[in-house]
């Protein structure tokens, strides 16, 4: 980082402050963007460097140059800059964009915006020269900045052509001050204050217009005659041949300038131009002497626009139409001299530990030999820090046989376009990294005597390996992940946990899910050793992923905690509370937490996921978000809002393509979901959309809704047809052992049972429930169809010998989970009526007298009044008219 | 715009500027200067231009020649 960039630059000796340019500047601290734009040469950083230390404002100032074109480049230079006033700012933030994959930009300028907001002061963010970006990513980054600013910081842009950022939305909400060269251009009075009082020149009035009208005011210009002008007898004269010349303006000025410097000036001036920033060193070296400071200050002094970079006056510039016309000029005069300029520079750079301008002088003689020699040896680095788009630079401009020879380059530049979506580019570079490897070395003689070699062979694979895991090639990957485990030496964390995580990603391909599970456990270990946020979030992701497929819910929520644990550590608890990849983490979790029967907790993970999916535009995780949110919401008792989550997943899934695995997952919670709350005809819709039919054939991808479907026909009292379809369904779960499906199926066929009154086998099949779930803690199975089974629990827990073999734990969280389902249900002022109960109230409606009810229902006069005595206690009144007007008010009937 | 292009720019820049012009041919007619030349990209024109901006050059119009 060049920490010259950060300074701001000194207005000058001869400046003229100008009010009314403050005066309009200061308007700007009402704003969100002062943009100051305007040709090379019209003093705009001089007026606002001037505007700036005239009023105190802090400020972080950005120059720009080309290099900056990376958008970890461009936001590291100006987190480094708000440091300057604030020496905590960003460090979660640069920790994060130094890391060689990351979330995405959008995320880390929200955690630099909530920096923004814990600083208590009122600053500006100067980004000058800004015209030098061209990179899309950083304009996008910068006009989301403008979007989001908070209200104390302020950003100016100085640039010689308007941004690409959206300026009209800005200038019709009133956020924008623009100063243009129409306010920036010298009048004639201010070219009679600047020649008269400043330079003591002695200009008349008529001059002064007539410069103006020459220059238009033009500040680089005037600054150019006045040069020249020295020595001059007859100013007058001067400028009057100056008005009668059609020439560009700044070559006849520069030729009058140079004549009145030494030789030696003049060969100083010309040689050094080739330098974006000088130092008297770099100079000394370049131009083999000794005198270089000296010079440049003296420079500075006669205003021969040098500006000095630092406050130490180490390093210099020229102002660049300045340096434009003094290299213009030494391209026609010593050709051959260029490049021996150059390659001294490029030695100095390099010697002096600049290796990134020496490389900008390889560049620019097109020594591209050179080049990728200076390249190849800090590419790691560069990796490393995450400046991807740099590396994709390089890669574009240098020749590619050149690239092709060499391993380091290759290997970094293929990662990257691998992981920015150019797999194939990738791999041909990969590929050539591997040919030079092994034509320079071989492999089978490689041994500890270099581990330097055996690294990078280790890591080369590694790269390979997680290629091949991309293209889905688990063979290929397994053979190069365990080349890399070989090689690899044991503090290359990072590479370790790529390479377990590409080994676990073919294990999950090829269908082993428990290596896949340890090989992702090994790559989460690696990955937090090397403090790598991509890596970790990644692996987390997939690990508690494969872990919930196998049904292991509290290791899959173990797994999401311990990584929120170490990301909240790390200050990173808003980055996966807001970036949408971290969506998933969130349904996992809350998920998990919703089957533990923990709703409160649920609901807060299933709140920050719908916020997140609203981001994002991934359907699958739409889905599954809105999913978890319609059970969580119906948990809570809020049915209304419950249904309206199934109904918005509906209009995802009508929109797209979707896997029939999740659409029936769907479609079962929707048709369970009217079938909990009586709501039948909505429920017959469904069945008679989906034409299911009792021989249907049943797989494991429709099962979910024909188990609904089987309760649905239950209620329907087509026993017959749903004990078909009941047992169907157990053979499959059972023999695949699908353990989460088989308790629903068994849940199910004990309300089956029951409706068929065969109590032994209703008992029989909701204990091996109960079993089943214990383990992994899965409460909310037995919450589901509580209406149906709550009377068979009841049984259950009082009798010891049907439980001997269950946790009590479990048992006891099923009784908490019914107690707080019950709170929930009295907070809405629906108590549950039972089946028996609801069946009673209808005949009621249908004007039945007790004993006709009784009649019907093969029980006794007396059972009825029992059930009216529960009846007008659970809805809370006191007559039979009110007891079938509630009971409709409800939905019940 | 792609192929051979005629930018006019007011005022008399001499022919020793060919250089920073890549690949354009200079004449001058009245008081301005004619750049004509092969542009191959956007990015190609856009470098011109851009230069033309940074040189302060008063720009007064770019053609497609025919």
């Known amino acids: 980082m060049l920490l010259t960039k950060l300074h701001i630059p000194s207005a000058g000796n001869n400046i003229i402050h100008r009010t009314e340019l403050s005066e309009k500047l200061n308007q700007g601290l009402n704003r969100k963007l002062i943009l100051v734009s305007a040709p090379a040469g019209f003093g705009k950083t001089t007026v606002v460097s001037d505007w700036i230390s005239q009023n105190n404002i802090p400020t972080a100032w950005f120059s720009i140059d080309k290099a900056d074109n990376d958008p970890v480049e461009f936001l590291s230079y100006i987190i480094a800059g708000i440091q300057n006033i604030h020496s905590e700012f960003g460090l979660t933030s640069l920790t994060l964009l130094n890391s060689p994959s990351k979330p995405s930009i959008q995320s880390i300028i929200s955690l630099l915006i909530n920096d923004i907001l814990q600083i208590k002061l009122n600053f500006i963010l100067v980004l000058d020269d800004f015209h030098q970006i061209t990179n899309k990513d950083i304009l996008e980054l910068v006009t989301f900045l403008l979007d989001h600013i908070p209200g104390n910081i302020h950003t100016l842009i100085i640039t010689r052509s308007d941004p690409s950022l959206s300026i009209s939305k800005l200038r019709s909400q009133h956020q924008l001050l623009e100063v243009r060269s129409s306010d920036l251009s010298f009048s004639a009075n201010d070219i009679s204050i600047l020649f008269n009082k400043k330079l003591k020149l002695k200009l008349s009035i008529e001059d002064s217009y007539s410069l103006e009208t020459k220059t238009e005011g033009w500040i680089a210009g005037l600054q150019l005659a006045a040069l020249s002008m020295q020595g001059k007898e007859d100013i007058s004269k001067f400028i009057q041949d100056l008005k009668g010349d059609n020439r560009y303006i700044m070559d006849y000025l520069m030729e009058e300038v140079l004549k009145n410097q030494t030789d030696d000036i003049k060969e100083f001036l010309l040689q050094t131009s080739i330098l974006e920033q000088m130092s008297a060193p770099l100079c000394n070296a370049i131009l083999n002497r000794n005198d270089s400071q000296l010079i440049l200050e003296e420079l500075e002094k006669n205003n021969m626009f040098v500006i000095p970079l630092d406050n130490e006056r180490k390093w210099f510039r020229y102002h660049h139409l300045f340096a434009d016309l003094l290299k213009q000029r030494l391209q026609l005069i010593e050709k051959e001299t260029i490049s021996k300029l150059h390659n001294k520079a490029i030695e100095w750079f390099n010697n002096n530990s600049m290796s990134a301008l020496a490389i900008e002088h390889a560049i620019e003689t097109k020594n591209f030999e050179k080049s990728i020699q200076l390249i190849g040896n800090m590419v ?514 | 715009m792609k192929g051979k292009t005629i930018i006019i720019v007011q005022g008399y820049l001499d022919k020793k500027w060919k250089n920073s012009f890549d690949g354009m041919e200079f004449s001058y007619e009245e008081e301005n200067t004619i750049l004509i030349g092969n542009i191959k990209d956007k990015a190609h024109l856009h470098g011109i231009l851009n230069q033309i901006r940074d040189l302060n050059l008063k720009l007064i119009s770019v053609n497609p020649a025919e």
Not at chain 1, 826 to 848: D, G, T
Request: proline residues 2%; hydrophobic residues 40%; aromatic residues 10%.
């Open chain 1, 380 to 893: 790691e680095e560069m990796w490393e820090k995450g400046q991807h788009v740099a590396i994709l630079n390089y890669g574009n401009i240098l020749p590619e046989e050149l690239i092709r020879k060499n391993a380091n380059f290759c290997l970094y530049y293929a990662w990257v376009l691998i992981i920015s979506g150019q797999v194939q580019k990738g791999a041909t570079f990969l590929n050539d990294a591997e040919t030079i490897f092994n034509s320079k070395c071989d492999n089978n003689i490689l041994n500890n005597s270099n581990p330097d070699k055996k690294n990078l062979w280790g890591k080369i694979t590694v790269a390979s390996a997680y290629l091949h895991s991309q293209l889905n090639n688990p063979a290929n990957t397994i053979k190069y992940f365990k080349i890399a485990l070989d090689n690899l030496g044991t503090e290359e964390s990072l590479w370790l946990g790529w390479g377990w995580y590409a080994f676990g990603m073919a294990q999950f391909s090829l269908g082993d899910l428990s290596q896949s599970i340890n090989a992702f456990n090994e790559a989460f270990k690696f990955g937090k050793q090397s403090h790598n946020i991509h890596l970790i979030s990644t692996v987390a992701q997939r690990l508690s992923d494969c872990e919930q497929q196998l049904g292991h819910y509290r290791s899959a929520y173990e797994k999401c905690s311990e990584f929120m644990t170490y990301m909240n550590d790390n200050g990173y608890s808003d980055i996966v509370n807001s970036d949408w990849s971290y969506a998933g983490l969130h349904v996992t979790i809350g998920n998990t937490l919703y089957m533990f029967g923990n709703s409160d907790k649920a609901y807060e993970s299933a709140q920050i996921a719908y916020k997140m999916y609203k981001e994002s535009k991934d359907i699958m995780l739409g889905i599954s978000v809105l999913l978890l949110n319609s059970m969580v919401l119906s948990t809570r008792g809020e049915d209304k809002e419950s249904e309206q989550m199934i109904l918005e997943a509906e209009k995802l899934c009508e929109n797209n393509q979707l896997l029939p695995y999740l659409y029936n997952i769907l479609q079962s919670l929707k048709l369970m979901f009217y079938l909990n709350r009586k709501q039948e005809e909505k429920a017959k819709k469904i069945v008679n959309k989906l034409n299911l039919n009792p021989t249907d054939k049943v797989d494991h991808l429709n099962e979910a809704v024909y188990l609904a479907y089987a309760y649905y026909l239950l209620i329907q009292g087509q026993n017959k047809e749903a004990g078909t379809i009941l047992s169907r369904l157990h053979d499959i779960t059972y023999t695949s052992k699908r353990v989460e499906r088989l308790i629903a199926v068994k849940i199910i066929y004990a309300i089956y049972y029951k409706y068929t009154r065969d109590s032994d086998k209703a008992y029989e099949n909701l204990i091996e429930a109960i079993a089943l779930a214990a383990p992994e803690n899965l409460v909310m199975f037995f919450i589901h169809n509580i209406r149906e089974i709550e009377d068979l629990l009841v049984v259950i827990f009082k009798k010891p010998a049907y439980i001997e073999k269950i946790p009590p734990q479990f048992i006891e969280n099923i009784k908490i989970a019914i107690e707080k389902h019950r709170k929930v249900l009295k907070k809405n002022n629906i108590e549950v009526l039972s089946i028996r109960e609801i069946e009673i109230i209808k005949y009621m409606a249908n004007h039945m007298s007790n004993q006709e009810i009784a009649d019907k229902l093969f029980i006794s006069h007396n059972t009825v009044k029992t059930h009216l005595k529960n009846i007008f206690l659970k809805l809370e009144i006191d007559s039979r008219s009110k007891a079938i007007a509630k009971a409709k008010e409800l939905g019940l009937i």
